[in-house]
């Protein structure tokens, strides 16, 4: 790990003017550091300041005017999970934070830093490899290489990182919105649009401009009736990112789907809203085919390595299993 400058600003306007002043290379806001410290350790990370944002007003969980919920950037992951108001209203988010990492990292992790959450990817976190997402231009060995737990969907020839967050998938099912306050003032951000595809840009992973501080996220007011699964398939019980995932949010009435919200996780290069899987769904019975269609859709445009071929009938499987247990619950 190299050293770095410490900085702990009294507001969120002087954290962006500090993080705006200083190269986007060398500057990084700090929260619970669970991936951040994990990588400048690896020295993948090698900033020169880090801006500590964790005495800042961003801890809090609101409910709006409008019915919907706002979340503060430094929320801990343990703290949102067990929020009355998620628990009751957006179940699918509780649970699908409840299926990462450890107790002890929920405990520390902050919803903005698990919305920035950078890839597990073995090639971008070994300094000794090339990687175009850490060094642009050097090439992407795991085409060719070990890309069992990598993505087959959003790839392109210069990446096929995966998204490890759990979170993240439930978050585009909730049709969530990003804020974020920046040298120009502040914005919202679909979370559709807030992650990018690696094209042939893979080191930008995120419409965030230098400077730009995530302060909050907003989720619309919930669906009344209805029905939020997040089921997450991996290697191990617990402690393991997804092989894949599926979030779901589903409305039904007189035997007929009447909404439906669905994303994909571990198999894409970005949280994986599936309209086509949503519009396969509307108007149809909620039932064992129907579902099985969704999923067909939904992975319609995987592309396959040469060792994750199998992630494309485990992701169908598995929303078709989320959709099912959403419809009889």
Same mark, same amino acid.
């Given at each position: 790990?190299?050293?770095?400058?410490?900085?702990?600003?009294? /507001?969120?306007?002087?954290?962006?003017?500090?993080?705006? %002043?200083?190269? &986007?290379? /060398?500057?990084?806001?700090?929260?619970?550091?669970?991936? @951040?410290?994990?990588?400048?350790?690896?020295?993948?990370? *090698?900033?020169?300041?880090?801006? /500590?944002?964790?005495?800042?007003?961003?801890? %809090?969980?609101?409910?709006?005017?409008?019915?919907?919920?706002?979340?503060? $950037? &430094?929320?801990?992951?343990?703290?949102?999970?067990?929020?009355?108001?998620?628990?009751? =209203?957006?179940?699918?988010?509780?649970?699908?934070?409840?299926?990462?990492?450890?107790?002890?990292?929920?405990?520390?992790? *902050?919803?903005?830093?698990?919305?920035?959450?950078?890839?597990?990817?073995?090639?971008?976190?070994? &300094?000794?490899?090339?990687?175009?997402?850490?060094?642009?231009?050097?090439?992407?060995? $795991?085409?060719?290489?070990?890309?069992?737990?990598?993505?087959?969907?959003? *790839?392109?020839?210069?990446?096929?990182?995966?998204?490890?967050?759990?979170?993240?998938?439930?978050?585009?099912?909730?049709?969530?919105?990003?804020?974020?306050?920046?040298?120009? !003032?502040?914005?919202?951000?679909?979370?559709? =649009?807030?992650?990018? @595809? +690696?094209?042939? &840009?893979?080191?930008?992973?995120?419409?965030?401009?230098?400077?730009?501080?995530?302060?909050? @996220?907003?989720?619309?007011?919930?669906?009344? !009736?209805?029905?939020?699964?997040?089921?997450?398939?991996? =290697?191990?019980?617990?402690?393991?990112?997804?092989?894949?995932?599926?979030?779901?949010?589903?409305?039904?009435? !007189?035997?007929?789907?009447?909404?439906?919200?669905?994303?994909?996780?571990?198999?894409?290069?970005?949280?994986?809203?599936? +309209?086509?899987?949503?519009?396969?769904?509307?108007?149809? +019975?909620? /039932?064992?085919?129907?579902?099985?269609?969704?999923?067909?859709?939904?992975?319609? =445009?995987?592309?396959?390595?040469?060792?994750?071929?199998?992630?494309?009938?485990?992701?169908?499987?598995?929303? *078709?299993?989320?959709? %099912?247990?959403?419809?009889?619950?």
């Amino acid at each position: 790990m190299r050293t770095f400058e410490f900085i702990r600003p009294d /507001d969120a306007a002087a954290a962006v003017r500090i993080a705006a %002043q200083t190269k &986007t290379a /060398d500057v990084r806001f700090l929260a619970g550091g669970t991936t @951040l410290l994990d990588l400048m350790k690896l020295n993948v990370e *090698t900033p020169a300041r880090l801006v /500590d944002i964790n005495r800042l007003p961003l801890a %809090q969980v609101e409910t709006m005017s409008d019915g919907g919920l706002r979340i503060g $950037a &430094t929320v801990r992951n343990s703290d949102l999970a067990y929020h009355p108001t998620v628990r009751r =209203d957006y179940p699918v988010l509780s649970q699908a934070i409840l299926a990462g990492a450890s107790a002890q990292l929920r405990n520390m992790a *902050t919803t903005a830093g698990n919305l920035l959450q950078r890839t597990r990817c073995m090639y971008f976190r070994d &300094t000794a490899m090339p990687c175009n997402k850490r060094e642009p231009g050097t090439g992407c060995p $795991a085409i060719a290489g070990g890309n069992r737990t990598l993505a087959v969907l959003g *790839t392109s020839e210069h990446c096929i990182a995966t998204n490890p967050s759990d979170m993240n998938v439930a978050l585009a099912a909730l049709e969530a919105t990003v804020h974020v306050q920046g040298p120009n !003032g502040a914005r919202a951000v679909p979370i559709g =649009d807030f992650h990018l @595809l +690696p094209g042939r &840009t893979p080191e930008r992973e995120t419409v965030l401009e230098p400077g730009d501080l995530v302060t909050h @996220l907003t989720l619309p007011p919930p669906v009344a !009736g209805s029905k939020q699964v997040y089921l997450k398939l991996r =290697d191990r019980a617990s402690y393991e990112f997804a092989l894949a995932s599926a979030a779901v949010v589903l409305s039904a009435a !007189g035997g007929t789907v009447t909404r439906a919200r669905v994303a994909l996780g571990g198999v894409g290069t970005k949280p994986w809203r599936s +309209p086509e899987a949503e519009a396969v769904l509307v108007g149809r +019975p909620p /039932d064992a085919a129907s579902f099985r269609t969704a999923a067909e859709a939904a992975l319609r =445009d995987a592309r396959p390595q040469s060792e994750n071929a199998f992630k494309i009938e485990l992701a169908k499987r598995c929303l *078709t299993y989320a959709l %099912q247990t959403a419809a009889v619950s």
